[in-house]
Each structure stands twice: as structure tokens, then as C-alpha cells.
């Protein structure tokens, strides 16, 4: 099953020229008009990738236009076997899903190409999570620590400032490292462009303000305002993998569980305003949700830790 990104030449020899040239156009919108993000353009690229290598492998041939509106509810559902035959999870198959709902959904609002079966289609029953923030105690245990594993000052600082951005802004990783130098606050709050292109104001504490003075202060490499705060050793923009690495080390290191991760910090900023009395709407509004929705369910984590903290409060022992 072909696992390439839709602009590869492996995928396109699975579609014919019209199928190609639809697909590519659906791409261009999710990237120009629906704005996704790199990570999600990926995500959607590896889904659809698979989809179309299904499809070629179970018709025998190159999957075309007519193919593709002429899918039946049991090709659909061959394909979501095919999906749980190879190991994907319930989550991943549900994101497959979506992904080929999204092209659909393209192509009946651009083309007029209709197809009734995948509305027929359920995705597998996800298990309800709550997001897991880290205690306070241990989200300040993190801050403390980052530092340490450092084997240079200025990589100290700098990690030190993004989990400061993650945890004292309630910033998602891919949005502190997309700063420019021109970016860094000089007032109280700081314009952070979120997904979509979204932007939002949002209140920056002293303590973000000096993490980011000091990396800057330590940093041997020339931040230009138009170019990457954050870098790595070579002075390019600093990869997510290299936060999440480190934050891994953290975690081992305080003995902390493996939800504990740099979105983790997010998770705790949102939770944390809210157990101190913070609002809904103004937490919605920092956090660059586009629903309420997305954010009523820190309500869900916060009274699970109320319940918590109650039961060994009161156990019978």
C-alpha cells in the first residue's frame, strides 16, 4: 500500500492523469485555503496515499476519476478492514477516514462528483479522552529541570524559554518554534499566528519574558528578526523532535508518565487557569480554539482532579 506524499512519483502512478490533476487541486485547497498546518498536510498526504494504494491494488490498475466516484459502501468498508489487518489503531483509522471524507466532500462541492456511499460509512468508536496535564508540582519540577540535561549554556536557556512559552502561555510546540526574532514580546502580551493562520493575543508573564532575554542574551548565533528564534546547533530553526527528546529525558529523569509531553504543558496552562478561577471564553481565547467545545473539556479534567484529590481525602482505610 503506498505510503508516499501525494506529490511523489510513486503515489502518481497509481492515478491517471484526471485523478492526479483532482487530487493535487484538493491539496492546493487544504493548503491555500483551508491553511493546514505542515504537520497536518502530512497526516492527510500519508492517509490519502494509502487510500489511493488500496484502491489501486484492489481494482488492478490506475485508480481514476470514474473510480473513485463509483466506490461502493463494501469498498469503503474493505478499505477500513485492510486498515485494522495492518495494525492501525482506532484513532488512526478514524483520521484515515476522515481524510478520504475531506477529498470527497472536495470533489461533490468543486466537480459535481457525487458519492453517496462514503456518507454511508461509520468510523470505529473512539474511547473519550481527557486531556492529561501534569500537576502543577510537576510541571514546576519541569521548568526547574529542563536546563540540566543541557551540555551548553545558551541550549539551557533556549530550552528552558520554549517550555516557559508552552506551559506560562499555553502555546502548542509547532507555534513557539514558528517565532521570528521580531516576534518576542516587549509589553505584557505577545501576536501568536496559530492554525489556520488564526492569530490572538496572549499575556506574557516576566518570568517568559526573561527565559527568552537570557536565551537570547546566550545565544552564539545571530537572531535576525525576519529569521528563526529558536535554533538548533547548526543554527537553523530548532526541530520539534528535538523539544520532544529532551522533554523525554525530563520525563525519565522526575519519573513522570509518559503523558508528559511538550502538548502536556497546554494541557496544564488551560487546567491550572481553570482551577484558579479562569473562564471559559478567556481560556478558549488564549488557547486559539475555534469551538468552545475544545476547550470544555479541560472542565472534564479539572473535576477528575477535584474527584481525585477527594477520594484520598476521605478513603476508609
Not at 489511493?52 to 463494501?74: C, D, W, Y
Not at 496572549?202 to 542574551?217: G, H, R, S
Not at 538548533?232 to 528535538?242: F, S
Not at 480554539?289 to 476547550?295: M, P, R, S, V, Y
Request: hydrophobic share 40%.
Amino acid at each position: 500500500m503506498a505510503k508516499a506524499p501525494l506529490s511523489s512519483d510513486e503515489l502518481l502512478t497509481h492515478l491517471s492523469r484526471d485523478a492526479s490533476e483532482l487530487v493535487l487541486k484538493w491539496y492546493r485547497y487544504l493548503k491555500t485555503e483551508r491553511r493546514a498546518s505542515q504537520h497536518t498536510l502530512d497526516a492527510y498526504s500519508r492517509d490519502f496515499a494509502g487510500f489511493i494504494g488500496f484502491l489501486s491494488n484492489h481494482h488492478g490498475g490506475a485508480v481514476t476519476v470514474a473510480l473513485l466516484s463509483e466506490q461502493s459502501v463494501r469498498d469503503f468498508r474493505s478499505y477500513l478492514a485492510a486498515k485494522r489487518g495492518e495494525g492501525a489503531s482506532a484513532r488512526s483509522t478514524a483520521r484515515a477516514l476522515s481524510t478520504v471524507r475531506n477529498f470527497y466532500r472536495f470533489i461533490a462541492r468543486t466537480e459535481g462528483i457525487e458519492n453517496d456511499a462514503i456518507k454511508a460509512i461509520q468510523g470505529p468508536k473512539l474511547p473519550h479522552r481527557v486531556p492529561r496535564p501534569l500537576t502543577e508540582d510537576s510541571a514546576r519540577a519541569v521548568m526547574d529541570t529542563i536546563g540540566e540535561l543541557a551540555d551548553e549554556d545558551w541550549i539551557a536557556a533556549r530550552d528552558t524559554a520554549i517550555i516557559a512559552l508552552l506551559y506560562g502561555c499555553g502555546l502548542r510546540i509547532a507555534e513557539a518554534l514558528s517565532m521570528n526574532g521580531e516576534q518576542v514580546p516587549d509589553g505584557e502580551t505577545m501576536r501568536i499566528v496559530g492554525k489556520r493562520e488564526k492569530e490572538r493575543i496572549v499575556p506574557v508573564l516576566p518570568a517568559v519574558k526573561d527565559a527568552i532575554k537570557t536565551y537570547q542574551k546566550l545565544c552564539p548565533y545571530a537572531l535576525k528578526a525576519d529569521g528563526p528564534l529558536f535554533v538548533g546547533k547548526r543554527g537553523a530553526r530548532l526541530n520539534p523532535r528535538t523539544v520532544q527528546a529532551t522533554m523525554q529525558k525530563v520525563r525519565a529523569l522526575l519519573g513522570l508518565p509518559e503523558s508528559a509531553t511538550p502538548h502536556a504543558l497546554r494541557h496544564s496552562f488551560a487546567t491550572h487557569l481553570l482551577s484558579r478561577g479562569g473562564d471559559l471564553r478567556t481560556i478558549q481565547e488564549l488557547l486559539g480554539h475555534a469551538d468552545l467545545k475544545a476547550t470544555q473539556i479541560y472542565t472534564e479534567v479539572d473535576s477528575a482532579r477535584l474527584l481525585d484529590v477527594y477520594d484520598k481525602a476521605f478513603r476508609r482505610t
